[in-house]
């Protein structure tokens, strides 16, 4: 009501922290806010839908759109890469719709550093043990790579002390209730001030 502009929300994690979960659980409870779409050079996985979890593009796709500044962000995770298109999340911004962004730690670092308004949030797993049960339990990949995503784990944790705000996801329900206390004053902070005395003088 009293918000001109959307605020871009960078929520970030390692694998099997639960993530996609809760950005998903978030977007049914907060109004005036959209999930951006990222583009993918990797293949969908089990009921994945094309252009509603992923744009999923080939590698001279992507190379393009590198090319014509189409990014906001992009970052090559595990052999593939991941992009967030500037366009549509500058549109929605621009209409005062909060974007959440649901990527990877080194493009929040980026857009950090382009829009330093931006609300970073890093979940954290209850500990790396749980984070390995995890992993295991969705049994889409070999010990092995496990073993490497734990490892790929402990560097992204670390960067994500960069993050504005860090949250265990211990209790899935918690968690989504802090991250949506998080925004909700984020917003709060956001309004302002001008905009809410004429409005109550207003009325």
Same mark, same amino acid.
């Given at each position: 009501?009293? #918000? ?5 929300? &960078? &929520? ?9 979960? $809760? @950005? $998903? ?7 005036? =806010? ?13 009921? /994945? ?7 999923? &593009?080939? +590698? ?6 590198? /090319? ?6 992009? =970052? ?7 992009? !967030?298109?500037?366009?549509?999340? +500058? #549109?929605?911004? =621009?209409?005062? &719709? ?11 670092? #980026? %857009? ?27 049994? !889409? /990949? =070999? ?12 560097? /992204? ?21 802090? $991250?949506?206390? %998080? ?7 956001? @309004?302002?001030?001008?905009? $809410? ?5 207003? !009325?």
């Amino acid at each position: 009501m009293y #918000q001109t502009k959307g605020i871009p929300i &960078v &929520v970030s994690a390692a694998s099997g922290t639960g993530k996609t979960s $809760l @950005c $998903l659980r978030l977007l049914e409870t907060l109004s005036h =806010a959209a999930r951006s779409i990222s583009y993918t050079t990797r293949q969908p996985r089990g009921d /994945e839908v094309n252009g509603r979890d992923y744009h999923f &593009v080939d +590698d001279a796709r992507f190379d393009r759109m590198i /090319e014509d500044n189409e990014f906001l962000e992009w =970052a090559s995770v595990f052999d593939r890469r991941y992009g !967030t298109g500037f366009l549509a999340v +500058d #549109q929605q911004l =621009a209409g005062g &719709v909060d974007v959440l962004l649901d990527i990877d730690v080194q493009g929040g670092i #980026q %857009i950090k550093e382009r829009w330093p308004h931006a609300l970073t949030i890093f979940l954290l797993p209850p500990s790396m043990d749980e984070l390995r049960r995890r992993l295991l339990n969705r049994a !889409t /990949e =070999a010990e092995e790579a496990v073993e490497q995503r734990l490892a790929e784990a402990r560097k /992204e944790i670390d960067q994500g002390q960069q993050y504005d705000v860090l949250i265990v996801n211990d209790d899935f329900e918690q968690a989504a209730a802090d $991250l949506r206390a %998080i925004i909700r004053a984020e917003r709060i902070h956001n @309004c302002r001030p001008n905009s $809410l005395v004429q409005v109550l003088l207003n !009325t």
